[in-house]
């Protein structure tokens, strides 16, 4: 019997200093990839971009710097230096130029960089201009949509900036096969296209790009062979010269040849995950479901006595701190989207077999374990709830979330697996699902990039441009001509329609906005290791791009989901159900931001005595869902650029994992009819708007549970936050657990998460943030560490609701 | 009609699992700590809270006369307003608000039937607080039918210091009866809740008698009971009854000073610190070896 997560272990020595030596380090800035990038690329300039692309990638993993650490026993570094964040050229060098100067100095996330580096990244950056992924997006933008994407309605850039990801490869597949068996599969697809020609010659470049890069992949992985070799020549410690020799040998096997060991088969995992995270620019490349596709391993090898408990949790813990050192920097703009730089490496455990038995095994006790013990952001663990989950199991994840870093998140099979089989996905892939980045979902190794991640679009700059005619105030253009004026309209039905009127063409504007974005990102910057990983482009010869995975649907996100809502319902109730406030009045005080005694009363008004959503209350609810729906109906006119080109799907559901986006979103938006001032944060996620929850958490169950789940696959994002009280003791434990069966089993929510840390602490974190360095907080469907959040973000969170008794 | 306060939900101590309490407006003792001092009005109380206050007027033009400012500060004269009604919509920062409004049982029922998926999965129900949930009028007898329609578990906090009938009607339709006993001596039960002793302790002989489940609730208050002698006396009487389930401790706190403010009252039951869980240790020793579960509550 697995020992429940308790915490009364503590981490190893080795393991501590890991933890200590990541935590101290500082984020710095490696320029070694984007260097060998820029010079792959001025070589071999008339390459079609596939091969590239693989010439970069086998130059950069054959030339960078490798290193490993002082007891380290997972192996595999990103860049030159722990924390040093690389840097990806091909996707945009613009902001890099202008902020240079400006890294260090960040209100959050700052990064270090000397003057040497910056004076190489202005050359690099030089031959760059004209030949970025930003620009060519741009390009490929209509002027209308350009302007949208400019005035901040729409936002994509971190799809232009970053590349794509948002995706889990086939870990299980590549786990049985081994590198050398992906390369006997390329071999032979190669076989069958037989003569190269016109129709089929990009294939032939692909399989081409394919081997460099999985070869690529395997020299990488006995560079380490020999570093660790090198290193036991030199090692006195008997036990870590022996260590160093079993990371050279498991570095040989797997190398090409499937892992033997559960330890083997961990630092596999690793090097992929690392590789494609040196390959692309894009975040939330997520692990799948690590429980299952391990276990076999763990378990062969417990019983054959080749490893211990303890030694496993030492190996994922070491695996985690790898997960960690992986750093990423991003233009400032998109950082405040993402605040935290969070990788959003995605853990998910527990759910259930393909025959919808509990799935919990040995693996995800340990998981859930070694997590809890780490307290780190990442990975970003997430558990499969389903109504037979192992109840142990279940209150071990309480005894976790407990502990106040946000983790584990729940996703819930009960209401997942059904909108995914009636998406189309066969019941065996459905029950397989994982989660991806935060809280979204996908078929690990099947599914194409971003399940959700494509473009923003703000929803209260639709909803005010519907009270404008069209107008949007923020950048005085008219991109859709509207209904009316708020002040002329005769009813709520009026408004209603206005809404609707401006959130179809949005919906549309957002959807095109996506199709320059993937055209730009399939032009130029396919990716080949990613690709390979995913089923089923080698057989289809196709980049996952190009249409290559088994399935392939997306979705944008939406921001502000709250405060739409709570702004219908205002409206209806005290403009035209009370006349309480006048329509020229509301107006007149939103355009001065309740500015004055006259507009503080109204907006007291509005925050009062209108219905908000959380309270479980129809009066405002069912407007959030006809509203909502609105734009959800529309979704099945879009497709991807992928139609046609072999996966199932091709098209978009809704979702709401809007990362820290709430923050940078609510800043270009005015005031509004729910009461929340201008450029203050619109509410996150699908959560309630921070402070108008008043009764408690089960009626923000009962609100959220009213929305139209089941088409929201792209996530249905529900932060709780609870005062450490409200779990104090097995009794509170329990009744936590008995509301999160009844909302997951009963009345079929989607996803929700904690955040258990007392506002006096996060307080006292702000004030003194060199004494809470380690501090870990839920900021949406990701942790990270308090103290590295911008000054707007620690407030938002903050202000976030704490639930008590 | 029944005159309720608040409905509050997720409410996890008073009671098994998730459960809704419906507090009840007006109260038949007068116990000096109370703290909830707005329930013991059984009509409308006009509560004001200065800090929530942008000096708008609104209360000012709808009172005709009986609210008005002086010296800077917002002057309610209470006694005059008589209805607060006029009152309970007029302040858009809800700084002044009336608490207690009269409702249907249908229209109680409805409100917490919205968490019957939690109490189902929890154990949970309802409880009936107050205020004296049995001072309230025939409408009860409605309610708590609904509810046992609904099969929601009904756990009902009182005083027992009504007459035996109001309570004996609804046995049937209570499953637990969360009863306050404060003191046995009759002269200090007078003094401190302006009640008789002699007709809460008959009313538990009565209830023990009619084979209901309770549970004995003591709050433990500086001053008035918090001595050996006292409390040890209330678990005597309490070895006594034949159908008791436990005996929950409840430790005094002030916490309710700022709330006396808002009504416009003193709090005049000063001068004592609140007792913490430790203090109360041997009186449940005491408890147990007389063969009473007991629990100390936050």
């Known amino acids: 019997m697995d020992i429940p997560v308790t915490g009364i272990r503590t981490l190893s020595p080795r393991i501590k200093a890991m933890r200590d030596r990541l935590l101290s380090s500082r984020s710095t800035i490696c320029t070694e990839r984007a260097r060998i990038y820029t010079m792959a690329y001025a070589e071999f300039d008339s390459y079609p971009v596939i091969l590239k692309r693989a010439h970069a990638l086998e130059q950069t993993l054959r030339e960078m710097t490798l290193f490993i650490d002082e007891g380290e026993l997972i192996v595999g570094n990103m860049s030159s230096k722990l924390r040093a964040a690389p840097i990806f050229p091909e996707y945009v060098t613009a902001w890099i130029i202008d902020e240079l100067d400006e890294f260090d100095k960040r209100p959050g996330d700052a990064f270090f960089v000397t003057e040497d580096q910056k004076a190489e990244l202005r050359e690099i950056c030089g031959w760059w201009k004209g030949r970025t992924l930003l620009e060519r997006g741009y390009s490929l933008m209509s002027q209308q949509i350009k302007e949208i994407h400019d005035a901040a309605i729409i936002r994509a850039e971190g799809n232009l900036t970053s590349g794509d990801a948002h995706i889990s490869v086939n870990f299980a597949r590549i786990l049985e096969k081994g590198l050398g068996g992906y390369l006997a599969e390329v071999a032979e697809y190669r076989k069958l296209l037989g003569e190269v020609n016109e129709q089929n010659h990009g294939r032939k470049d692909f399989y081409d790009a394919l081997e460099i890069g999985i070869r690529a992949m395997e020299s990488f992985i006995l560079r380490f062979e020999k570093l660790a070799a090198q290193l036991a020549g030199n090692e006195n410690d008997e036990q870590r010269r022996s260590e160093l020799l079993t990371i050279s040998s498991n570095c040989r096997n797997i190398s090409v040849n499937p892992p033997q060991s559960f330890y083997e088969a961990l630092q596999l995992t690793w090097f992929v995950q690392l590789c494609l995270q040196i390959e692309s620019n894009g975040h939330s490349v997520s692990l799948g479901r690590v429980d299952q596709y391990l276990c076999p391993f763990y378990r062969n090898d417990i019983s054959e006595g080749k490893i211990t408990r303890e030694f496993a949790l030492e190996l994922l813990e070491n695996t985690w701190i790898r997960l960690l050192s992986v750093n990423k920097i991003r233009s400032w703009s998109h950082t405040r989207f993402s605040a935290g730089g969070p990788l959003y490496q995605n853990v998910t455990i527990g759910g259930q077999t393909a025959d919808g038995r509990d799935a919990v095994n040995q693996l995800s006790y340990l998981i859930l374990e070694s997590v809890g013990m780490m307290k780190l952001t990442q990975p970003n663990l997430t558990v499969r709830f389903h109504r037979n989950i192992d109840p142990v199991f279940l209150r071990g994840c309480i005894d976790v979330i407990e502990k106040g870093f946000g983790m584990p998140a729940f996703n819930n099979d009960e209401i997942i697996i059904p909108s995914l089989i009636s998406l189309g996905v066969s019941r065996e892939d459905a029950y397989n699902y994982s989660a991806i980045g935060c809280i979204e979902v996908a078929v690990p190794g099947k599914w194409g990039y971003r399940c959700t991640g494509m473009s923003f679009l703000n929803f209260m700059r639709v909803f005010l441009a519907a009270m404008n005619n069209g107008l949007d105030t923020m950048s005085g253009k008219t991109f859709c001509p509207g209904t009316g004026n708020f002040r002329d309209f005769r009813s709520f039905g009026d408004m209603m329609e206005a809404w609707k009127h401006q959130v179809k063409f949005y919906a549309k504007a957002a959807a095109e906005t996506d199709t320059a974005v993937d055209t730009a990102l399939e032009e130029l910057v396919p990716d080949i290791l990613c690709s390979a990983f995913v089923d089923d482009c080698i057989r289809r010869g196709k980049t996952i791009k190009e249409g290559g995975s088994v399935y392939d649907f997306i979705s944008g996100l939406q921001v502000g989901i709250a405060n739409l809502g709570n702004s219908l319902a205002a409206v209806k109730k005290l403009v035209f159900e009370e006349s309480r406030i006048g329509r020229e009045e509301l107006m007149y005080h939103l355009g001065s931001n309740f500015e004055g005694i006259e507009g503080e009363k109204v907006r007291q008004l509005l925050l009062n005595y209108a219905p908000k959503y959380g309270n479980d209350d129809d009066d405002v609810d069912k407007l959030l869902v006809e509203a909502y729906n609105c734009f959800i109906d529309e979704l099945p006119k879009f497709r991807t650029t992928r139609a046609g080109r072999g996966p199932i799907g091709c098209a978009y559901y809704a979702g709401t994992s809007s990362i820290s986006a709430n923050v940078p979103s609510g800043a270009v938006v005015p005031a509004t009819p729910d009461g929340r001032k201008a450029f203050t944060p619109v509410a996150e996620g699908c959560s309630p708007t921070s402070g108008t929850d008043i009764l408690g958490p089960t009626a923000v169950f009962k609100s959220v549970a009213k929305l139209p789940t089941g088409k929201i696959c792209g996530g249905v994002l529900l932060n709780q936050k609870l005062s450490p009280s409200t779990i104090a003791g097995v009794e509170q434990k329990e009744k936590l657990i008995s509301i999160i069966r009844a909302f997951f089993e009963t009345l079929k929510g989607w996803h929700v998460q904690y955040n258990i840390v007392s506002r006096a602490i996060l307080l006292e974190a702000k004030k003194h943030p060199e004494e809470h360095r380690d501090l870990v907080v839920r900021v949406a469907g990701y942790s990270a560490f308090f103290t590295s959040l911008s000054p707007d973000t620690q407030d938002d969170i903050i202000a976030r609701t704490e639930q008590t008794l | ?298």
Not at chain 2, 219 to 237: A, L, Y
């Open chain 2, 1 to 298: 009609m029944l005159t309720v306060f608040n409905i509050q939900r997720f409410s996890l101590h008073d009671g098994n699992g998730v459960r809704t309490s419906i507090f009840f407006k007006g109260c038949p003792l007068r116990c000096l700590w109370c703290n909830n001092p707005e329930s013991i009005d059984p009509l409308p109380s006009v509560m004001f809270d200065e800090r929530l206050c942008n000096r708008f007027g609104e209360c000012i033009k709808a009172a005709d006369g009986r609210i008005y400012e002086a010296d800077g500060a917002l002057v309610i004269d209470r006694e005059k307003i008589g209805d607060p009604g006029q009152l309970m919509d007029v302040c858009p920062s809800k700084a002044l608000r009336v608490a207690g409004r009269e409702m249907s049982a249908a229209e109680i029922a409805a409100g917490v039937e919205k968490d019957l998926p939690f109490y189902d999965m929890s154990s949970g129900g309802v409880t009936l607080s107050g205020g004296e949930p049995f001072a309230q009028g025939e409408e009860l007898g409605e309610l708590l039918l609904l509810l046992r329609d609904k099969r929601i578990h009904v756990s009902a906090e009182t005083s027992l210091h009504v007459p035996w009938e109001k309570v004996s009607k609804y046995t049937s339709l209570v499953d637990m009866f969360l009863a306050d006993l404060k003191h046995t001596h009759p002269l200090k039960f007078a003094q401190y809740t302006g009640g008789d002793a002699g007709l809460v302790l008959e009313n538990f002989r009565k209830l023990d008698a009619s084979g209901s489940a309770f549970v004995i609730r003591v709050p433990v208050v500086p001053g008035f009971n918090h001595s050996e002698p006292e409390i040890f006396s209330i678990i005597d009487f309490a070895a006594g009854l034949e159908h008791l389930s436990e005996i929950h401790l409840i430790p005094y706190h002030s916490l309710a000073t700022e709330k006396y403010h808002m009504l416009g009252k003193a709090y005049t039951y000063k001068g004592f610190a609140d007792v913490s869980k430790q203090e109360l240790v041997a009186y449940a020793d005491y408890a147990s070896q007389m063969g009473i579960t007991t629990k100390i509550l936050n």
